[in-house]
């Protein structure tokens, strides 16, 4: 503790000393920009400074950058696999075999039959064109959650699953799966997705190779636009965005002429709820059923209110005393719309707005009818 405090006593001080050498050197100078950052400048060239040290004496040395791969070494490091079969090699592998491989280096992260969990991503939710389509209604049912973006409902395609798996997975041991051993994993991956190849599904027994795998057809495989495949791809990338109508919500109406008024119409989809709206219940119930009366009229003891807030006065002869007919006759003659709005708002009279009380107003009307019935 005392240590800490002598540091920062310490380093005050330093502060100090610098702010008063800062001050001291500069007298009469403006400050530069140099200054006022309170950075470090080196010399460059020409009196001039920069940020950087320039190194001048680096000619002298002789830096080693290594050499050019050979076409084998660059080979054996290029392993992209694309969606036309480029870079996809021969090779095979059953769903059962996918599994046992799962089992043994996946499953722990992925979890069982790929359902993710404890912070690794999820390989299968469940059937691929079904999870698809919580990518277009956002929920299937209104209490599901929203949009499920895995392998099986969200990749374009399978190419990228071959090679995620052969180049970057297990995790901890990435390129050290066999060809066979990737095709399996797939084969797994696509039975877990409950996917089919060519109308036919991706069962235990399946064997996944080459040929077969070219003929996945991934739910989503349409669903990303603009087609960046193949020789024409860049082509396709330039046509897209040099049309603003393809990446807004809005687009110019035809004709191109320059317009004022509604020249916009929305091209974009709302996504929302749009099936089993029918049953949704709100949590709060509309109906209203709230008391017919105000609150405590129907339990109201008006003998013990009068006691406690009118008696004061009304007994004690400073107020007509219930009772007192002759006097409640000419009160009552008001009618008793009068009598009852005299004693909620009080009158000039002597009679303060509900005696004074916090009583609701019904419950000062359950009064006066109190007071009236002994007066008649
Ligand atoms: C040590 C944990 C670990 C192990 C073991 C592991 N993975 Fe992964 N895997 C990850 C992590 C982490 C990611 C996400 C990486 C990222 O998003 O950058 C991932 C991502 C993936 C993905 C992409 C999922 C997606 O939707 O983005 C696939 C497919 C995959 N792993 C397959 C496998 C296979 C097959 C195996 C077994 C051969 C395996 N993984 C073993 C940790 C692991
Ligand atoms: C501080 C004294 C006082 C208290 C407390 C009081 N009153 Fe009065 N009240 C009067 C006086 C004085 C009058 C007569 C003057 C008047 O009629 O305005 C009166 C008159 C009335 C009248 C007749 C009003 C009219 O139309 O002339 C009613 C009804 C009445 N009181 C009801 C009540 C009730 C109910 C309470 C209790 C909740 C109450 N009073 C408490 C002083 C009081």
Redesign the pocket.
């Known amino acids: 503790m005392i240590k800490i405090t002598n540091k920062l006593f310490l380093s005050a001080a330093a502060a100090a000393i610098v702010v008063a050498g800062f001050i001291g050197c500069n007298e009469g100078v403006a400050p530069t920009k140099q200054e006022i950052d309170g950075g470090i400048s080196y010399p460059v060239a020409n009196g001039k400074t920069g940020p950087y040290y320039v190194n001048t004496q680096v000619e002298n040395y002789s830096i080693n950058n290594g050499r050019t791969p050979t076409k084998d070494e660059y080979n054996a490091w290029n392993t992209d696999v694309m969606s036309d079969g480029t870079g996809l090699p021969e090779g095979q592998g059953s769903v059962s075999e ?1 599994e046992e ?2 089992e ?7 979890g069982d039959f ?1 359902s993710g969990g404890g ?5 299968s939710k469940g059937n691929a064109e079904e999870m698809h389509k919580t990518l277009t209604y956002q929920r299937l049912t209104p209490d599901a959650d929203g949009p499920k ?3 099986g409902s ?2 374009a395609t399978p190419s990228t ?1 071959w090679w ?2 052969k180049d ?6 990435t390129g050290t ?1 066999t060809d066979d ?2 095709y399996a ?2 084969a ?2 696509l039975n877990i997705n409950e996917m089919q190849i060519d109308g036919e599904d991706v069962d235990d027994e399946y064997v996944l190779d080459r040929e077969k795998f070219l003929k996945i057809k991934m739910p989503a495989k349409d669903d990303y636009v603009p087609n960046i495949d193949g020789p024409n791809g860049v082509e396709n990338v330039r046509k897209y965005y040099s049309n603003p109508a393809n990446f807004g919500a809005i687009r110019l109406k035809k004709g191109e002429e320059p317009c004022m008024k509604d020249c916009q119409e929305p091209t974009a989809k709302v996504a929302g709820i749009t099936v089993g709206i029918s049953e949704f219940y709100p949590p709060l119930s509309a109906a209203r059923d709230l008391p017919q009366e105000e609150e405590g009229s129907a339990s109201f003891d008006a003998k013990a209110a009068y006691a406690e807030s009118c008696a004061m006065c009304h007994d004690t002869g400073a107020a007509p005393a219930p009772g007192d007919k002759a006097a409640w006759e000419g009160i009552l003659a008001q009618g008793m719309d009068t009598v009852y709005n005299n004693a909620i708002h009080g009158t000039d009279a002597g009679m303060p707005a509900k005696g004074g009380s916090s009583l609701s107003d019904k419950q000062v009307k359950l009064i006066v009818d109190y007071i009236v019935n002994q007066s008649k």
Do not use: N, S
Not at 104 to 110: D, F, I, L, P, R
Not at 119 to 123: C, D, H, R, S
């Open positions: 996918g491989v799962y043994e280096k996946c499953v722990m992260c992925h790929g912070g690794y991503p999820a390989l973006r895995f392998f969200f990749w699953l995620y798996i970057g997975m297990p995790h901890p041991a799966l051993e990737v994993l797939v797994y991956t």
